[in-house]
């Protein structure tokens, strides 16, 4: 049901590995691109900066360097309350899974397999079959009827009858059988003994 179709071994390995090698360097990339965004926000609103000296030069350096400390110590706070968060996360992901685990296995205990009446059942059987048998000799009743009612049509041909509209008003009354909910029982003791008809003629 819950079955996983990779190895778990590399699973895990992947789980482990995934902050260093996904998350990290996006995080990274990230953090440079605010950079050089915001220094492109900077040099777009103000002046330009104009040339020093040696020592103007290296101040410059010196202050994009610290800067840029700064900036990197703050991100690093972030990618380690991240990293934390994750791996909270993680953990709490295996406590829920767990548990669930465990909530069903109990669900088997309490509630096994239905209980159902043997007696019950094979009598429930037994009357499925009775009905698919009757459904059957009725289906082989109407495809005999069908071949006598042709060989009557065809038969009688030269008396010009309306077979048309024989068929018509028997399907008519057909219709308004089942309109009626007119149980096929009712009809029954037509079909017997159409049935002992056929098997005597057999």
């Known amino acids: 049901m819950y079955d996983y179709e990779g190895n778990l071994v590399d699973a895990n390995t992947k ?7 996904e998350v990290l360097p996006k995080l990274n990339d990230h953090r440079d691109f605010v950079i050089g965004y915001y220094l492109g926000v900077a040099e777009d609103k103000n002046d330009q900066l104009l040339a020093t000296c040696e020592m103007g030069t290296q101040c410059r350096v010196d ?5 840029r400390g700064e900036i990197e110590t703050q991100w690093q706070t972030v990618i380690n309350h991240f990293r934390d968060d994750i791996k909270t996360a993680m953990e709490k992901t295996e406590t829920l899974v767990n548990d ?14 239905c ?15 009775t009905f698919i048998d ?6 082989s009743q109407v495809v005999e009827l069908e071949k006598r009612i042709t060989a009557i049509e065809t ?9 048309e509209v024989y068929r018509a008003t028997a399907d008519q009354r057909d219709v308004e059988a089942a309109a009626a909910n007119i ?8 079909d017997e003994e159409l049935a002992e008809e056929l098997e005597w003629t057999a």
């Not at 202050?63 to 800067?67: C, I, S, T, V, Y």
């Open 15 to 21: 789980i482990e590995s995934w902050y260093n090698t």
């Open 63 to 67: 202050n994009e360097q610290k800067f």
């Open 100 to 113: 669930g685990w465990d909530v069903a296995v109990k669900c088997q205990v309490d509630h096994p397999c």
């Open 115 to 129: 209980e159902f009446n043997s007696v019950e059942w094979d009598n429930m059987q037994k009357k499925i079959k």
């Open 134 to 139: 009757k459904i059957t000799e009725k289906r």
């Open 155 to 163: 038969q009688c041909v030269s008396y010009d009858l309306p077979w």
């Open 183 to 190: 149980d096929v029982n009712d009809q029954m003791s037509l």
